[in-house]
């Protein structure tokens, strides 16, 4: 029960949350959705009124607000200035705008600070995100890098969210690329992550590798 860090990358609907709560619950480790930390300071950008497009305006306000999340596998809550944003990071208006918000430099230092803490403090924790093997946890226990075919992770994250199958895949795709292309940390796949595809293995089977390369691993 000593130190680990299980680091989770992959595009929207790649099976990256479902694998890293199930897993974490699995070996009793705390778990950090980057993820919602991102979407916590877009809803804070759009609630002031801020244009996510104006980088300057989005690093004050990302630096001014108060963000908290919890870190328990089984229901974590995510506040901003006290108030709880569970729901709305989810919705239509924050995942159009949170690329945007993602790609300004000055708001990843920050939270890829706040991250680093949380990982030291918890010792044993599964992180999930784009950029966790490469800038957030380079020396975490086991690397992981999951991919599933662009249908799958449609189908997935359209029955998620009930919306469309077609809009959900146009978004997916546009996200994906804004994701993969910036200049600020990217995702990216490193070469000392155990790549998994989750279209072929299904969730269960993932997080069961896992557990066995984590044992192997002592
Ligand atoms: O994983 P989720 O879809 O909730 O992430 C929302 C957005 O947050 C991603 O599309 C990406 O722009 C950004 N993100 C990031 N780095 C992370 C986690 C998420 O840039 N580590």
Sequence with gaps: TGRCVVAVDGPSGSGKSTVSRRLAAGIDARYLDTGAMYRAVTWAVLRSGVDPADAEAVAKVAAEVELRIGTDPQGYGVTVDGVAVDAPIRGPEVTAAVSA??????????????????????????????????????????????????????????????????????????????????????????????????????????????????????
């Excluded at 918000?101 to 403090?121: D, G, H, K, S």
């Design 101 to 218: 918000v993602a790609a300004v430099p000055a708001v990843r230092a920050l939270l890829v600070a706040r991250q680093r803490e949380m990982i030291t403090n918890a010792g044993r924790i599964v992180v999930e995100g784009r950029d966790i093997g490469s800038v957030v946890a380079p020396d975490a226990e086991l690397k992981v890098y999951l991919t599933a075919s662009e249908t799958a992770r449609a189908q997935r994250r359209s029955a998620q969210d009930a919306a469309d199958v077609a809009a959900t895949a146009a978004d997916l795709a546009r996200r994906d690329r804004l994701d993969s292309t910036r200049k600020a940390d990217p995702l990216q796949q490193t070469a000392d992550a155990v790549v998994l595809d989750t279209t072929e293995l299904g969730i269960d089977e993932v997080v069961a590798r896992l557990r066995e390369l984590l044992t192997e691993r002592g």
